[in-house]
């Protein structure tokens, strides 16, 4: 079923709504809950507070990429369990990981001046001028949690050419985020 | 945090770009891969040609003539291959070569799933590096006679072009790669096995590479 005629149950309040969303972008969602949490009944649980949300948001939101919009907030809810798991402890996880990636990016940084809305726009500047292979591999790591072998086996390469890739793209955002006033 | 406020701005990333990002890629065309391997077939078949012909096994008046056309066909179809490839963006002309094919060239990664927390100095000092030649931090001439081939992974030797004092704890190093290519970046006075005070143009210094690629050690250095 098309997006927009989905959009349109969840504005008649037609709880197939739930159902077409979940059938479409189910396995999405779940794997986003599943690539930060690393608990299936926890990424189980994370795809229905994902729905029970966009249900709630829609009306009056009206998302333009559905897919796109129910992962984020996927991500999100599943971010938010993440921190509240591990408010005492931290592990090698692939969130972990990915987070002491960003970490060397943005390491004695001045982001607090930057609120997330402006940090996304550089990030979209930053992302627009990147090759597609490359944009698609930044998110696959960052945005939806992939392990670099996940990444490697996704885009057909070495693992060490996708960990290269990223590690140059890392180097890339840096630069770029020190360019655009982000002191590093 | 400030990984963890960049980690939430890419969750607000634009929409476009998550999709395009969810979508399964395209396989690469495989006429590039064929392109080289008919390539690569012609100028064995060449060579093999012009070796055999060296040593006289052929005499140059029965079949010398054709063969040496059906050569310098096959040379010229391998160079137009050559060129079609080099245009479609697998490197430049001029010999420098793209992420990917530079990727390549790099040690292996670790077969280790997902990336272990990078080493600090102290566990360094401690314990041997997996791998790492019977060579001493403080024994600097061994870097002289050690190629890139023979390092372990996660190894590399790169000539220091300046290196500088970035602030009370951190030191910037410009470097020049095996492709003769500028490399730069900043480092912890920690990671230094000797003093980077000491460190001076010219000079070869071993780094060790975290699992992210990471410069995380210099390990020792010898004049070029």
Same mark, same amino acid.
């Given at each position: 079923m098309e997006d927009q005629k989905i959009v349109e149950l969840y504005f008649e309040r037609s709880e197939q709504a739930i159902e077409e969303s979940a059938r479409k972008y189910g396995a999405l969602c779940r794997s986003i809950s599943q690539n930060i949490l690393h608990d299936p009944s926890e990424a189980e649980e994370c795809l229905n507070d994902t729905f029970? &949300?966009?249900?709630?948001? /829609?009306?009056?939101? @009206?998302?333009?990429?559905?897919?796109?919009?129910?992962? @984020?907030?996927?991500?999100? /809810?599943?971010?938010? #369990?993440?921190?509240?798991?591990?408010?005492?402890? #931290? =592990?090698? =996880?692939?969130?972990?990981? $990915?987070?002491?990636? /960003?970490?060397?990016?943005? $390491?004695?940084?001045?982001?607090?001046?930057?609120?997330?809305?402006?940090?996304?726009?550089? /990030?979209?500047?930053?992302?627009?001028?990147?090759? &597609?292979?490359?944009r698609q591999m930044f998110l696959r790591r960052y945005f939806y949690f992939d392990t670099p072998a996940e990444i490697a086996r996704r885009f057909s390469m070495s693992e060490n050419r996708a960990a290269v890739i990223l590690f140059r793209m890392?180097?890339?955002?840096?630069?770029?985020?020190?360019?655009?006033?982000?002191s590093i | 945090m400030k990984a963890e406020k960049m980690i939430r701005a890419i969750g607000e990333i634009d929409d476009r770009y998550l999709l395009e990002a969810a979508e399964t890629p395209s396989k690469k065309s495989s006429w590039k891969v064929a392109a080289v391997a008919a390539a690569c077939f012609v100028a064995v078949i060449s060579i093999g040609y012009g070796a055999v012909s060296l040593s006289g096994m052929f005499s140059a008046k029965s079949a010398g003539p054709g063969l040496a056309a059906a050569n310098s066909a096959a040379m010229s179809e391998y160079a137009t291959a050559k060129e079609d490839i080099f245009e479609a963006g697998g490197a430049n002309v001029n010999g420098s070569v793209s992420d990917e094919e530079e990727a390549d060239m790099l040690p292996a990664a670790s077969e280790n799933e997902g990336y272990p927390e990078i080493a600090v100095r102290d566990e360094i000092s401690e314990a041997p590096i997996a791998n790492e030649p019977a060579a001493s931090p403080s024994?600097?001439?061994?870097?002289?006679?050690?190629?890139?081939?023979?390092?372990?992974?996660? %190894?590399? *030797? %790169?000539?220091?072009?300046?290196?500088?004092?970035?602030?009370?704890?951190?030191?910037?190093?410009?470097?020049?790669?095996?492709?003769?290519?500028?490399?730069?970046?900043?480092?912890?006075?920690? !990671?230094? !096995?000797?003093?980077?005070?000491?460190?001076?143009?010219? *000079? %070869?210094?071993?780094?060790?590479?975290?699992?992210?690629?990471?410069? *995380?050690?210099?390990?020792?250095?010898?004049?070029?």
């Open positions: 029970f &949300k966009a249900w709630n948001a /829609i009306p009056p939101a @009206k998302p333009a990429h559905l897919g796109a919009y129910l992962a @984020k907030i996927a991500r999100n /809810i599943s971010l938010n #369990r993440l921190e509240h798991n591990n408010a005492e402890k #931290r =592990g090698g =996880g692939s969130v972990e990981v $990915a987070l002491d990636e /960003i970490e060397n990016v943005v $390491a004695s940084a001045e982001l607090e001046a930057f609120g997330e809305e402006d940090l996304s726009g550089l /990030i979209n500047r930053f992302l627009s001028g990147e090759k &597609k292979e490359h890392r180097t890339r955002l840096r630069e770029f985020l020190r360019k655009e006033g982000v | 024994a600097p001439s061994s870097v002289e006679t050690q190629t890139s081939a023979e390092l372990p992974p996660g %190894m590399s *030797v %790169m000539k220091l072009k300046s290196a500088e004092k970035a602030d009370e704890t951190r030191w910037k190093l410009i470097l020049y790669d095996a492709q003769g290519e500028l490399f730069e970046f900043e480092m912890e006075r920690t !990671a230094f !096995a000797m003093p980077p005070e000491k460190l001076q143009a010219g *000079v %070869m210094l071993e780094i060790r590479y975290g699992e992210g690629y990471e410069p *995380v050690e210099i390990l020792y250095y010898s004049a070029e």
